[in-house]
């Protein structure tokens, strides 16, 4: 399988660390969504990273659709999200909010750095600022001080919500305030951080 995509965006990265994790071999494609934009459309017709090539030749797009194919590659007992229906539900609930967190973090990005100067829609940058200020909110709630979120076993739902504030730390790291604001989810990221499959794939452009 090949991975295309570079480790700053959380969406490669939630896919690399799942395959790490999984054990399973992967080379990877290291280009820019944005720099490298021709390549990327041959790829994947909507421009966007991740994309995970097959061992037949076809490209899956979108980290969370990568995700369900590797869940199947792998089997429920490895799987990093439990069949059990109602801890399912839960984890899906904690993964959609984290990843709408690391949604609005790159459009904040796209709002405030990647426009001309004078080009700023201020009330579009604020509107995102309160939508993620409300979800940070709401993950700090429902984080626990230690472990993970369904006890010590790792799920996708935290390895979405380490990703995005580990994100939000490098790019922007006003959204979470100062180091005794949001210590529930700096504490499970860290601890995230912490693990091989992590370190496997570390935050950086490239
Ligand atoms: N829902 C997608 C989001 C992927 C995404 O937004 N990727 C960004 C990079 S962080 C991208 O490729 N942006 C280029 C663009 O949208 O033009 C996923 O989970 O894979």
Redesign the pocket.
Known sequence: MILT?QL?????R??AIALHHYGLPFKRNVIS??DD?DA?LALNP?????ALELEDGSVL??????LDYLDHLVGPEKALLPGVAALRAHLLRHMGIA?GV??KA?EYR?ETVRRPAGRIDRSRAERIQAQMAAALAWLETHTPDTGFLAGQRLTHADIASGVAVTFILNRNPEHLGNKDSFTRLRGHAARCEALDAFASAPFKEG
């Open positions: 995509g700053d965006s959380p969406f490669v939630r896919v969504a944005y934009f990327l909507l421009g966007k990273v991740p797009a979108d980290s969370t659709l990568i990843i690391a949604e790159v796209t």
